[in-house]
Each structure stands twice: as C-alpha cells, then as structure tokens.
C-alpha cells in the first residue's frame, strides 16, 4: 500500500505548526491533523505571552537548551513571518536576603545555560526601569520579550501552508495502526489517513498519542493556570514584565504586558487531571489579585476585563517531578515516529529549535531532498489601528473597507475582518476572527463587534445563521428562531 502523506503531524499547536513549517523545506507530502477547529487553541494560546530568556531551567537540558536558542532568533523569525515582536526585557524582584541570595542562583544558572543579557539591579536601578514595580533589587533580563502566541502559531501554520503542507481541521485522532509494509494509518473522527512518518506534537494528548503509537508508560498530568486581564489604560504602568522569584517548578503569579496592550496576572494553578475544564474559580481571582498585587500594586476590580486559563502538559516520573522534554524516536517499538511528550514552557519560546531537532531525527533516519523553492517569509497582517494617520488613510484610499470599523475598541476594520475570514487554514469561527484580529478583546468583549462579525460570516461564507459557531463543535450562536415570522 502507497501511503497518502510522507508524513502526518498530530497537533496544530505551536510545536505541530512549527514541525510542519520545518518539514515543508523538504520535498515531502505533509498533512497536519488538529482535533480543534482552529490551531493554537490550547495549552499555545493560554499562557503568558512571553519570549523566556533562559534563567529557569536546569543548565544541559533541552528545556534550557532550546529557550536559549529560540529567544535568540526570535527577532529574526518575526521578521520573517510577520508577527509583532518586542524585545522589551522584564525583572525578576525580590526585597529578602534569602530573595538575594535566590536571585543570585538563577543569575549564575542563566550563565551556566548560555543565556546573556542579565543583570543584577539595585533599588534606584530597578525603578528607573519599572518605577511602578515593588522590590530592594531585582534580576533584569534584557533579552526577554512579549509577542501574541496566536499570531506566532498562525504564522509558522498559514507559512507551513504557503509552502504546501495541508491542514485538516476538527480531524481528532483516535487511532493509530502500523501495517507489515510500516505504513501507518492514523483513524480520526472524519476518516483515515496513511503515512510513512508520524509526528506526535499533540501537547495535552501526547501521553494519550504516545500510547497509540505503542509508546507507553508516560505519566502526563495537566498543569492549570489562571490569568486576570486588565485594561489596557495600565500598559503605561508596566514597560515590561515582572516576575517573583520563581517557586519549585513555575514561574510564580507574574505581571506581563502584552502586544494589544492589556496586562495580565497569573498564574496561578495546580496540577488537573480534566484537561477540558478550563473555569476560573473566584477563589482563584482573589489569589491572583493578592500574590500579584505584591510585586506591582495597581491591580483593582474596576480594571478587570475577563480572566482565563491555560493548562500545560507535565510529563511526571514515578515520584511526581517534572521531568526535561522528551522527543525521541524508539525504533525498536514505533519506527518512523518521532515522539514529543512533556513540552511545556518554555514551549513557545523553544519551538522553532524543537521543531528542527524533531525533525533531525527523521533526516538521520530518511533521506529527504531540500526544496529550492521553499520560502521563508509570510506578509503580516494588517494592524489598522497600530498605523499612522498618513497610512490609514492611504488604505482607505486603496480599499474602502479600511474605513468601516467594525470592532470600536481595539480599533479593528472590515478589511482585517474579511482577510481573517479567508484565512489560508480555513478557519471560519468567531474565535479565529479574534485571535487574528484582536476584535472581541478590547473592554467590551465584544458587545459591540459580535454580531457584526456573525453577519459578516454568514454573508461571506454562504453559512446560515445556525452554522455560525464561537468555536468548537456545538459552540452555535444561534439554535433557531426564538419567534417566527407571521405569514
């Protein structure tokens, strides 16, 4: 039997659309598989938002070796793609002499991992950075950055796609078979797939795919965190992240500015074994608004927007310790599958370098011919309201869609509506429109945009009023008419 794909990538998250953009320098027939109608709906898109400089994690290990290297050229990859990028540091406060003494530690284990641009800061030094920030000293970390892990994603996923990789949507995996021949076929809820290659990059059922492939044993919990969103009138009082010393195993409830200008606080979180539920218990709101409010003070109710959660994978040993990444290919259980299990964070930050280590198990064991016209570069997306008055209006000029603002509070435009519609993944769910575009995210959430957006959907793709989703499957607006029309 003659294989469908050369290779089939299990998830669309940040590591799977990073691993298919990789791949797709080759001469290969790569398909995606993503459970989600849309990528980076999970554990990619409900985090920090921050590029990691590399002081966390233990000197040797891929997790510092791949943070290392991915916040080195991340500059370079947002140019490349077209994603918003900003290299703006952050600070890790203390105000104890245990504090100092931490502090140092992850000073030197920032030097023993190869990460640069760290330095020690005293009280002065400190607030002429972040006069807002609360501390006696600080570590600063200027290397670090923010950018939108949505926009990251959907740009390797819509680059990925440029250059020939297809993705199929909503195709969640269920089971997977290796024939005598060593082609695999991968079932999922729309069908059967064929492949010679495997990619396990399923992050929250990785553990569930690595037994599909025959790899078990791999204890993977799920890590939950939960965020506050605060409005974006205090972006001013936060140039750059703040971080607490870092407690056993996370990075504590820090402060980050973010891309669109909000702030966030968290998280804080603990180990779940639902990796579906991602509620925010108002126990937690209080928590986060106190740990938090210790570092920088000027977290109030009145500025709360929304909150959130995210929940990492956590590959655990025998004793409950969170465990390196582990990408691995065993050739004696499932050849020709490259295995990912426990990426967390640093994800983000490390999934270009991860992305090419993965797929430099596949090259030692396949030969594959380099493509001469792979291209490198995705156009970025239009951020109307980021533009000077002189380029808004050359816009309108050129497309008067540019001239009808659709979203009021972040300033979004019909045109970005309508390109983020018929967008290259074919995604057509309000949440894609949003992640896209950042309408729905400003202060109202949407009150405004909604609907203008559902129209636009419904007009746009030939959909009726009931197919319009949110997000996932059965995440309908509309379920029918509430009064009918008399005749």
């Given at each position: 039997m003659k294989a469908e794909f050369d290779v089939l990538v299990i998830g669309a998250g940040v590591i799977g659309s990073a691993v298919a953009r990789e791949l797709s320098r080759y001469d290969l027939r790569i398909g995606v598989l993503e459970k989600n109608a849309d990528v980076c709906m999970e554990s990619s898109g409900r985090n920090s938002a921050v590029c990691h400089g590399g002081y966390a994690?233990?000197?040797?290990?891929?997790?510092a070796r791949f943070c290392v290297e991915g916040n080195r050229e991340m500059g370079q990859l947002s140019e490349q793609l077209g994603f918003r990028f900003r290299r703006c540091g952050k600070v890790v406060v203390g105000s104890t002499e245990e504090d100092r003494k931490a502090l140092y530690e992850c000073y030197e284990r920032a030097k023993a991992c190869g990460a640069e641009g760290f330095f020690i800061l005293d009280k002065q030094q400190l607030h002429e950075l972040v006069p807002a920030a609360e501390g006696e000293f600080a570590m600063y970390s200027a290397n670090s950055g923010i950018f939108d892990p949505f926009e990251f994603t959907i740009a390797l996923a819509e680059n990925a796609c440029h250059n020939g990789v297809r993705f199929f949507l909503e195709h969640e995996v269920t089971g997977i078979e290796r024939d005598a021949d060593g082609i695999y076929t991968v079932h999922t809820v729309k069908g059967d797939m064929t492949a010679e290659w495997?990619?396990?990059c399923a992050g929250l059922g990785c553990g569930k795919v690595s037994d599909m492939l025959g790899i078990r044993g791999y204890r993977v919990v799920g890590d939950k965190g939960d965020y506050i969103i605060l409005d974006k009138r205090l972006n001013k009082l936060l140039p750059m992240p703040i971080y607490p010393l870092p407690p056993s195993g996370s990075m504590g409830v820090h402060l980050t500015n973010t891309i669109g200008g909000?702030?966030?606080?968290?998280?804080?979180?603990?180990?779940?074994?639902?990796?579906?539920?991602?509620?925010?218990?108002?126990?937690?709101?209080?928590?986060?608004?106190?740990?938090g409010s210790k570092i920088w003070p000027h977290i109030h109710r009145k500025d709360y927007i929304r909150n959130y959660s995210g929940i990492?994978?956590?590959?655990?040993?025998?004793?409950g310790v969170i465990q390196d990444?582990?990408?691995?290919?065993?050739?004696?259980?499932?050849?020709?599958?490259v295995n990912l299990v426990g990426i967390e964070s640093p994800g983000i930050t490390s999934a270009v370098p991860i992305a090419r280590y993965a797929v430099s198990?596949?090259?030692?064991?396949?030969?594959?011919?380099?493509?001469?016209?792979?291209?490198?570069?995705?156009?970025?997306?239009?951020?109307?309201?980021?533009?000077?008055?002189?380029q808004q209006q050359e816009l309108i000029a050129q497309n008067p869609d540019y001239g009808e603002i659709i979203c009021r509070c972040?300033?979004?435009?019909?045109?970005?509506?309508?390109?983020?519609i018929h967008n290259p993944?074919?995604?057509h769910t309000l949440s894609s429109i949003k992640y896209r575009t950042h309408a729905m995210m400003g202060r109202c959430q949407g009150g405004y945009c909604q609907m203008r957006m559902e129209k636009l959907l419904e007009q746009e793709l030939g959909l009726q009023p009931t197919q319009v989703r949110y997000a996932r499957e059965g995440s309908q607006l509309f379920y029918g008419k509430v009064r009918e029309e008399a005749e």
């Open positions: 994690y233990t000197p040797g290990s891929l997790k495997i990619f396990n909000s702030v966030l606080v968290g998280p804080c979180g603990d180990f779940v074994e639902d990796t579906t539920d991602y509620g925010v218990p108002a126990d937690n709101m209080e928590k986060l608004a106190e740990y990492l994978p956590k590959w655990l040993d025998e004793n990444y582990c990408i691995e290919v065993r050739d004696n259980i499932a050849p020709h599958a198990l596949m090259l030692q064991r396949r030969e594959c011919r380099e493509r001469a016209d792979f291209d490198p570069l995705r156009k970025p997306s239009v951020h109307f309201c980021e533009l000077s008055r002189e972040e300033t979004v435009t019909k045109a970005e509506i309508l390109a983020a993944l074919g995604a």
